[in-house]
């Protein structure tokens, strides 16, 4: 070889450590992108950010629309920190998506709840089942449902260009449907 192509061989096993490097890096930091972009999308559907805290493997955050009191609550959890996992699954997140509302006599109507569906009230972390939750000092009953959510259809190219109208449809929906079925349990 000559001087000219080991050059080349050294530029090139350069720019491939960069690029693997850059990889991994933008792989660990979904957490963070989820979570900013959570934040962005629940701040365009008119809610206000009240509290945020993690575990360093759960994320937990919990917003209100300071207009009617409602409550939106979340628990993330990136599936996908490992890169060898995000390249054959896709980047993953574990989202347990909750509403609230502020009731009067939380007690007797969590109460209540708790006689009337008994089944709905065990732990689960399967997708799709609504469960029932209370805040017996703050007065919410909440309910909430887990969810797998493929956070690739999220990302662009860069991990930092984030589709938030969609985000924020996705959880507009989930919080649409929620409030409907509290609403529908309130009302029995």
Not at 57 to 63: D, P
Request: proline share 2%.
């Amino acid at each position: 070889m000559n001087d000219e192509e080991k050059e080349q061989v050294f530029v090139d096993l350069v720019k491939y450590s960069w690029d693997k490097f850059n990889e991994r890096l933008n792989n660990s930091k979904i957490d963070e992108i989820l979570v900013g972009a959570v934040v962005a999308s629940n701040v365009k559907n008119g809610y206000s950010l009240i509290d945020i805290n993690s575990d360093g493997v759960n994320h937990y955050l919990r917003f209100e629309k300071l207009t009617d009191r409602t409550r939106i609550i979340f628990k993330l959890n990136n599936l996908s920190e490992d890169l060898t996992v995000a390249k054959v699954q896709g980047h993953l997140a574990d989202v347990t998506i909750g509403y609230g509302e502020k009731v009067n006599n939380v007690g007797t109507v969590w109460n209540a709840f708790k006689s009337e569906i008994k089944s709905a009230f065990m732990l689960t972390t399967e997708p799709g089942v609504i469960t029932c939750d209370a805040d017996l000092t703050g007065s919410y009953i909440y309910v909430q449902i887990p969810l797998i959510l493929n956070l690739d259809k999220y990302l662009g190219e860069n991990i930092y260009t984030i589709n938030v109208p969609l985000l924020q449809k996705d959880i507009d929906c989930v919080v649409h449907s929620l409030r409907k079925y509290l609403k529908g349990r309130l009302a029995a």
